[in-house]
C-alpha cells in the first residue's frame, strides 16, 4: 500500500497524463468544418446543413474541417472540386463508387445525401 504523499503523487500524475491526451486529442481532430450561412429568410438552407453533417461525419477525417486536405485526401475547398468534376454528376458518381484511396459512400448515403454534401463542399467550402 502506498503511503498517502505518494498516492496523492500517482494520482497527480495520472490526472496530468489524462489532461496531456485530451488536449493532445483536441488538437488532432480536423478543422472545424465552416457553418452555413443564413438564406434570406434568415435560417439556413436545410439542405446545406445536412450536407454539412455528412461532410463532417463521412468526409472531414480525409479532407480536413475545412476541405483543405490532410494528406489522406485531396483539397476540395476554394472550388478544387468544381475544377476536378466540372460536372457534378460525375463527382456524385466518385463519392457513391469510390476512386482510388476513396472508398465507396453509394450504400451509406442516399443520392439526396450525396448531392447536399456536394453542394456544401462547392458552396460554403
Known sequence: MF???????????WLAA?????AIAAGCGSASSPEVGLGPDGTPDP????GRSVY????????????????????LNQGRLVEAYPD?????????????RMPAFGGLLSAGEIDAVLRYINEVL
Open 18 to 22: 489524462l489532461a496531456l491526451l485530451l
Open 47 to 50: 439542405v446545406m446543413v445536412a
Open 56 to 75: 463532417i461525419d463521412r468526409c472531414s477525417s480525409c479532407h480536413d474541417g475545412d476541405g483543405s486536405g490532410t494528406g489522406n485526401g485531396p483539397r
Open 3 to 13: 503511503p498517502l504523499v505518494a498516492r496523492g503523487k500517482a494520482i497527480a500524475h
Open 88 to 100: 457534378l454528376a460525375d463527382a456524385a458518381a466518385v463519392v457513391a463508387d469510390g476512386k482510388d
